[in-house]
């Protein structure tokens, strides 16, 4: 699965990376546009990117609200997606056939067992760099008639790096597959054959400090690497 996540660029760096051409800069009200995250949570205003031609970005709020929802509750419980049944769960399928997206990170959380306790572990590119979510996304209306784009996270069965920690993993597109992903004249098949578990040898995986199970904290102390001593004095 994928609970929380981090993206520490800037909003310049997202345009530049992923081509995009439109900024909806209104939706970035509830979050200044360059504001780095270090533990992005659920229900929180995330960037997102929908579209192929031209790309936009804009802010939408992370659990898939489906267009038939009576209210925002169900979000909570669609923060993920699991690819294999994209087609058949009536949450998910009208989004998948039309409506994709991109969700920029450069890291995601995950939580190891060790004993009683769960060990915190950032997970990411060996280069640091960006890269995006395989998302799908939906627009709600309210009560009052105002819009809501709200997204979800796909997830994989998780490759050798991750199993030992998890059996899921977001689902990482390659750069060369984002384009594909967001066409909505992509065949189903080819859709599907893009969400894989990402190559373990292109990712690693290091502890941090239980800060980051408190949704409270966002600052670069939650992805600081914990040493061997650290570790076995905070987790025993």
Same mark, same amino acid.
């Given at each position: 699965?994928?609970?929380?996540?981090?993206?520490?660029?800037?909003?310049?760096?997202?345009?530049?990376?992923?081509?995009?051409?439109?900024?909806?800069?209104?939706?970035?009200?509830?979050?200044?546009?360059?504001?780095?995250?270090?533990?992005?949570?659920?229900?929180?205003?995330?960037?997102?990117?929908?579209?192929?031609?031209?790309?936009?970005?804009?802010?939408?709020?992370?659990?898939?609200?489906?267009?038939?929802?009576?209210?925002?509750?169900?979000?909570?419980?669609?923060?993920?997606?699991?690819?294999?049944?994209?087609?058949?769960?009536?949450?998910?399928?009208?989004?998948?056939?039309?409506?994709?997206?991109?969700?920029?990170?450069?890291?995601?959380? /995950?939580?190891?067992?060790?004993?009683?306790?769960?060990?915190?572990?950032?997970?990411?590119?060996?280069?640091?760099?960006?890269?995006?979510?395989?998302?799908?996304?939906?627009?709600?209306?309210?009560?009052?008639?105002?819009?809501?784009?709200?997204?979800?996270?796909?997830?994989?069965?998780?490759?050798?790096?991750?199993?030992?920690?998890?059996?899921?993993?977001?689902?990482?597109?390659?750069?060369?597959?984002?384009?594909?992903?967001?066409?909505?004249?992509?065949?189903?098949?080819?859709?599907?054959?893009?969400?894989?578990?990402?190559?373990?040898?292109?990712?690693?995986?290091?502890?941090?400090?239980?800060?980051?199970?408190?949704?409270?904290?966002?600052?670069?102390?939650?992805? /600081?690497?914990?040493?061997?001593?650290?570790?076995?004095?905070?987790?025993?």
């Amino acid at each position: 699965m994928c609970g929380r996540y981090t993206l520490r660029h800037t909003t310049k760096d997202i345009v530049q990376r992923f081509l995009v051409t439109e900024v909806i800069e209104a939706t970035f009200a509830e979050m200044e546009p360059d504001l780095l995250r270090y533990n992005i949570a659920p229900t929180q205003p995330v960037a997102a990117i929908t579209e192929n031609s031209p790309r936009v970005l804009e802010m939408m709020r992370w659990g898939l609200v489906p267009f038939w929802a009576k209210d925002l509750s169900i979000g909570s419980r669609l923060l993920n997606a699991r690819a294999e049944t994209l087609s058949e769960k009536p949450a998910f399928r009208a989004a998948f056939a039309r409506r994709r997206c991109l969700v920029p990170a450069d890291g995601f959380y /995950e939580w190891r067992k060790q004993g009683k306790m769960k060990q915190p572990l950032r997970i990411h590119r060996k280069d640091d760099d960006l890269f995006a979510f395989a998302g799908l996304w939906e627009e709600w209306t309210s009560p009052d008639g105002s819009p809501l784009h709200s997204c979800t996270i796909i997830t994989v069965a998780a490759n050798e790096l991750m199993a030992p920690i998890h059996d899921r993993m977001p689902a990482i597109l390659r750069p060369q597959d984002e384009a594909a992903w967001l066409s909505r004249s992509t065949p189903t098949d080819e859709l599907m054959s893009l969400l894989n578990p990402y190559p373990e040898e292109d990712i690693e995986a290091y502890p941090v400090a239980p800060i980051v199970n408190s949704v409270a904290n966002d600052g670069p102390n939650c992805i /600081e690497p914990l040493d061997d001593s650290q570790e076995l004095t905070l987790f025993g």
